[in-house]
């Protein structure tokens, strides 16, 4: 097998530097596109609304992993960015009738500029403080959506967004719009990716590590942080248009605390720091809430649980499982999953 | 003038409940280094514990009061038993998840013992109210105030006088130190947490009688968060002036501007605040080395 040799032995920097380093990575890579582009063949739509609902929410948690996981500034207001990308991409795909990609990005450049003047106070609060700021966050842009401008964005009532349009093409089932959605999440994860292992990613984890010595050693914190307050804000835009188009229609309910608080949940049990681990979280707590959904739930509420009282199992698993993760595996899902490999590639030999 | 004095005496009488959740996040702050997020999903169970007793069962008020102040002090010292102490000394992230992870499963139990229900609370402190001028009190208010008070100076009291608050101060000063000197620091960590049940129950039936209890009392946790950081994490005396703060200019947000605004007027204050005083009114300025 051409996967298990016992090196990678590199001549040139370029091959030292590359994502997709053997043969096997490359056929890994092409056969997931294949099987994530030909879902709609043999999955039932149920199943396709989830693999969007995942390829939305990687975008997210990517964002907030390279504020909160490569450059160590909480963020608990990461679903209030996202309702910024949403709002903003959807009132210009209705009043405006712009091409579908300059709305995604404005959406994504509009939330990164509220990002970036949320993240303006972590010149010199961090910590605790920091993320309780970015707590106001959360609340204050809700606030504005649903007090401050109630005649653009509907207040407390949804707002209906138009299916996307893209070269004559309606998107408008779920099979259609996974074309759109995941492009968008594979070419964020690869920016994501690319992000963290240049000059600037490597500032991040300076930052994160320490600051001070970061500044002493010449990096810019204060750029370096608003700059990843922007990258995760941007992030969360993206996610945001995205999740617009995808529902059909918004409201601030989507957006609430406890969508953040999921979204650090995802980054925590999938894994800090690390752009794998970013993805397993999120596709762990999906479809574990999922199966909580369709299988636990109806199995307690017909042990004579009550609906009503079945669905709070939803939560409680959610916030077992972080802590579960927290306690016994603090490096995620990434870490479980490169101790997996290694195994492998050690196999029959135990180190 | 009239409402204007109305707005302040409001606040201050409301800001005195605030303060007293806040001061239990400060404990916790001082003692623990976590920041407790699930503050109002404390008080919700608290609440919700008392109202089972109280209304549910139909236990006389002391016995209920009692009963119930065993399940928030088992609720204490199962959250430092099972969840914080495998986490002592985690990086800060850590010790914000657990919490938020908290605030997630406790709205999920209150969903699977009382359905999420909006419970009614009786008139357990006396109705009415009296005028001053042309500033209106209500009664309720008051007597919450009194207690409240009265809870603040006692706590302020443990912590500066007795015994086991000298030992929370020295902990609170460093982990390290204080283990070194003798001193158990896990059994102060479960008193502390002990400490934070109680008063979540205290500011719940508080609040409970003007509000009722249910899951809408989790939001006034909520409103702790910013009264905490606008007095200084660290500072007892700041929990307190910035809860009558607080309490204050919400009221007057909610009264000159719009009502809309009241509930995230602490938050806007406070990111406004943030740049001019980091560290809060009273919190200790970090001074940092490499």
């Known amino acids: 097998m051409g996967g298990l040799r016992c090196g990678i032995y590199d001549q040139k920097y370029s091959q030292d530097m590359r994502?997709?380093?053997?043969?096997?990575?490359?056929?890994?890579?092409?056969?997931?596109?294949?099987?994530?582009?030909?879902?709609?063949?043999?999955?039932?739509?149920?199943?396709?609304?989830?693999?969007?609902?995942?390829?939305?929410?990687?975008?997210?948690?990517?964002?907030?992993?390279?504020?909160?996981?490569?450059?160590?500034?909480?963020?608990?207001?990461?679903?209030?960015?996202?309702?910024?990308?949403?709002?903003?991409?959807?009132?210009?795909?209705?009043?405006?009738k712009f091409p579908f990609l300059i709305n995604l990005v404005c959406g994504g450049i509009s939330a990164g500029l509220v990002g970036v003047v949320f993240g303006l106070p972590s010149l010199r609060v961090k910590g605790f403080y920091l993320a309780i700021t970015t707590l106001a966050a959360q609340f204050v842009v809700i606030a504005l959506i649903i007090n401050g401008f109630p005649d653009l964005t509907g207040g407390v009532r949804a707002l209906?967004?138009?299916?996307?349009?893209?070269?004559?093409?309606?998107?408008?089932?779920?099979?259609?719009?996974?074309?759109i959605i995941m492009p968008c999440a594979i070419t964020m994860i690869y920016f994501a990716k690319n992000i963290v292992r240049t000059g600037v990613g490597r500032a991040f984890i300076a930052i994160r590590d320490n600051d001070l010595a970061a500044?002493?050693?010449?990096?810019?914190?204060?750029?370096?942080?608003?700059?990843?307050?922007?990258?995760?804000?941007?992030?969360?835009?993206?996610?945001?248009?995205?999740?617009?188009?995808w529902m059909g229609a918004i409201s601030y309910e989507h957006f609430d605390?406890?969508?953040?608080?999921?979204?650090?949940?995802?980054?925590?049990?999938?894994?800090?720091?690390?752009?794998?681990?970013?993805?397993?979280?999120?596709?762990?707590?999906?479809?574990?809430?999922?199966?909580?959904?369709?299988?636990?739930?109806?199995?307690?509420?017909?042990?004579?649980?009550?609906?009503?009282?079945?669905?709070?199992?939803?939560?409680?698993?959610?916030?077992?499982?972080?802590?579960?993760?927290?306690?016994?595996?603090?490096?995620?899902?990434?870490?479980?999953w490169e101790i997996l490999k290694t195994r492998y590639r050690l196999r029959p030999f135990s180190y | 003038m009239g409402t204007f004095w109305q707005f302040v005496v409001t606040g201050l009488l409301v800001g005195a409940i605030y303060a007293l959740i806040a001061l239990s996040v400060v404990l916790i702050f001082k003692a623990t280094a976590v920041f407790n997020f699930?503050?109002?999903?404390?008080?919700?169970?608290?609440?919700?514990?008392?109202?089972?007793?109280?209304?549910?069962?139909k236990i006389n008020i002391f016995g209920s009061l009692v009963l119930a102040s065993l399940c928030a002090v088992t609720l204490g010292m199962a959250i430092q038993r099972i969840v914080l102490r495998?986490?002592?000394?985690?990086?800060?992230?850590?010790?914000?998840?657990?919490?938020?992870?908290?605030?997630?499963?406790?709205?999920?139990?209150?969903?699977?013992?009382?359905?999420?229900?909006?419970?009614?609370?009786p008139d357990l402190l006396p109705r009415g109210g009296w005028k001053l001028g042309d500033v209106h009190i209500s009664m309720d208010l008051f007597w919450a105030f009194l207690i409240s008070i009265f809870l603040i100076a006692l706590l302020s009291l443990l912590y500066q006088r007795s015994r086991i608050?000298?030992?929370?101060?020295?902990?609170?000063?460093?982990?390290?130190?204080?283990?070194?000197?003798?001193?158990?620091?896990?059994?102060?960590?479960t008193v502390t947490w002990i400490l934070a049940g109680l008063i979540s129950m205290v500011c719940a039936i508080l609040l409970g009688v003007r509000i009722g209890v249910g899951p809408e009392m989790a939001n006034y946790?909520?409103?702790?968060?910013?009264?905490?950081?606008?007095?200084?994490?660290?500072?007892?005396?700041g929990a307190v002036v910035a809860g009558l703060i607080i309490g204050v200019l919400e009221q007057m947000v909610g009264g000159y501007i719009n009502p809309c605004w009241m509930e995230v007027s602490p938050y806007a204050i406070l990111l406004i605040f943030m740049f001019f005083r980091p560290h809060g009114l009273f919190g200790m300025e970090r001074i940092e080395r490499i």
């Not at chain 1, 043999?42 to 992993?65: D, E, K, T």
């Open chain 1, 160 to 179: 209906l967004v138009p299916p996307i349009q893209l070269g004559g093409k309606s998107f408008e089932s779920q099979r259609d719009i996974l074309f």
């Open chain 2, 165 to 189: 608050g000298l030992e929370m101060r020295a902990t609170a000063e460093s982990h390290q130190l204080a283990t070194a000197k003798g001193l158990n620091i896990n059994r102060i960590f």
């Open chain 1, 215 to 245: 500044e002493v050693m010449g990096i810019n914190i204060f750029r370096y942080k608003l700059l990843s307050f922007f990258i995760c804000s941007f992030y969360a835009g993206i996610a945001g248009g995205l999740w617009a188009h």
């Open chain 2, 38 to 57: 699930a503050v109002g999903e404390m008080m919700m169970l608290g609440g919700m514990f008392f109202w089972s007793f109280y209304i549910m069962l």
């Open chain 2, 221 to 237: 946790g909520l409103k702790a968060f910013p009264v905490v950081i606008l007095g200084g994490l660290d500072s007892i005396r």
């Open chain 1, 257 to 336: 605390l406890m969508r953040s608080i999921w979204f650090l949940g995802m980054l925590i049990v999938g894994g800090m720091g690390s752009i794998t681990g970013a993805v397993f979280g999120s596709i762990f707590i999906l479809l574990l809430d999922d199966v909580v959904r369709l299988y636990l739930i109806p199995v307690f509420a017909a042990m004579g649980l009550g609906v009503v009282r079945s669905t709070a199992l939803s939560p409680i698993v959610f916030g077992l499982v972080i802590i579960v993760f927290l306690i016994f595996e603090p490096r995620g899902l990434a870490h479980l």
């Open chain 2, 86 to 121: 495998p986490l002592i000394g985690q990086p800060i992230l850590t010790s914000v998840m657990v919490t938020l992870a908290l605030v997630s499963v406790f709205k999920g139990l209150d969903g699977l013992i009382w359905k999420n229900m909006p419970c009614g609370f």
């Open chain 1, 19 to 96: 994502i997709f380093r053997t043969w096997v990575h490359w056929a890994l890579l092409i056969l997931s596109l294949v099987f994530i582009f030909t879902l709609p063949l043999y999955l039932p739509v149920r199943w396709i609304y989830m693999a969007n609902m995942i390829g939305i929410l990687i975008i997210a948690v990517q964002g907030l992993n390279i504020l909160t996981g490569y450059t160590g500034q909480i963020n608990v207001g990461q679903a209030a960015f996202m309702a910024v990308g949403a709002y903003t991409c959807a009132l210009l795909s209705i009043h405006f």
